[in-house]
């Protein structure tokens, strides 16, 4: 399957720890969106990436949320020193730069900070 | 960025039409309508999205009424796996490079055996 995937699935940390999440894009793809989806509502836009420029930070990212994109090809989001609040479903998002993009996505990472 | 106004939830019986209905009174000249929508536990998928005429794919069709302050999302046949929330955006497809998504609630549909 040649799909956005995401890893970990699930993750269960207690607060103040530190948590990683991976996405890799379609391989084609240069675009790519990380969002974040707290239940009942829906995705909420934190960052973007051009090939490995990020090109937007969302004001919900704050100093202790950090994404990378190293080669232009797999992204990272860390959070650092974990809150409760940061309980969320974060989804990854790739897309091809083109007049009118479609936004292919993973299947999430579900976080619960206890 | 514009707004869209859709229904909570609405109901439909397998392999009945489902129409799923999308208000944006404030949309600009270059904003597409984009549809995507999410099953229980998966990320989004895209649906369809168009500008002025209607659309049809293998999904699903694209109703756009012509002063495109609403637009009606048209399943044609629902099937149980259709049960989903469904997103109505609007995105500038020609401001800049971010192509950033702009969700609302959308209509949670269930879909009845």
């Known amino acids: 399957d040649t799909g956005v995937s995401q890893n970990p699935r699930h993750k269960i940390t207690k607060r103040g720890q530190n948590v990683t999440f991976r996405c890799d894009p379609i391989?084609?793809?240069?675009?790519l969106y990380w969002y974040r989806q707290t239940l009942g509502q829906g995705p909420e836009f934190l960052t973007y990436f051009q090939n490995e420029a990020q090109l937007e930070k969302s004001r919900l990212l704050s100093d202790r949320f950090s994404a990378e994109r190293p080669k232009g090809s797999f992204s990272t989001l860390e959070i650092q020193r974990t809150e409760q609040g940061d309980s969320a479903m974060y989804l990854c998002?790739?897309?091809?730069?083109?007049?009118?993009?479609?936004?292919?996505f993973g299947p999430g990472t579900r976080l619960l900070v206890l | 960025d514009a707004k869209t106004t859709q229904p909570n939830s609405m109901e439909s019986n397998e392999e009945e039409p489902v129409h799923l209905p999308c208000n944006h009174s404030t949309i600009s000249g270059t904003d597409y309508i984009h549809w995507y929508r999410q099953l229980p536990s998966q990320g989004p998928e895209y649906v369809i999205h168009g500008l002025t005429s209607n659309v049809n794919n293998r999904m699903a069709s694209l109703a756009i009424a012509e002063d495109r302050k609403s637009s009606t999302l048209i399943l044609h046949r629902a099937t149980l796996r259709d049960a989903a929330v469904y997103y109505c955006i609007l995105r500038d497809d020609n401001a800049g490079n971010n192509r950033k998504l702009i969700w609302g609630l959308g209509t949670s549909l269930a879909v009845n055996p």
């Open positions: 391989s084609e793809h240069n675009r």
């Open positions: 998002a790739s897309s091809l730069q083109t007049s009118v993009e479609t936004q292919y």
